[in-house]
């Protein structure tokens, strides 16, 4: 079942917040893993994907490309 991105930060004690939930998919990457990339994006409503990849990736980031191209093979599968 998924979620609005402010109940998954609370769920995973994250905060409050969807941008906490967003930045602990990009820190997933960081940490080298991508499989919990996948599995966090696909816990998200589609209007918080949405959002996650329009207003809160930047491509100019390294780390944001690659979660950007995840998340988006996520979608196209």
Do not use: P, W
């Not at 109940?7 to 940490?31: F, P």
């Not at 919990?36 to 491509?59: A, P, S, T, W």
Request: proline share 0%; aromatic share 12%.
């Amino acid at each position: 079942m998924r979620s609005n991105a402010e109940t998954l930060a609370k769920d995973y004690e994250l905060g409050k917040t969807k941008e906490d939930y967003y930045q602990y998919i990009v820190d997933s990457l960081i940490n080298g893993n991508r499989y919990q990339v996948r599995r966090l994006f696909n816990k998200m409503r589609k209007h918080y994907q949405k959002d996650f990849l329009i207003n809160f990736i930047d491509v100019r980031n390294g780390f944001h490309k690659s979660v950007l191209n995840i998340c988006i093979d996520e979608l196209t599968d």
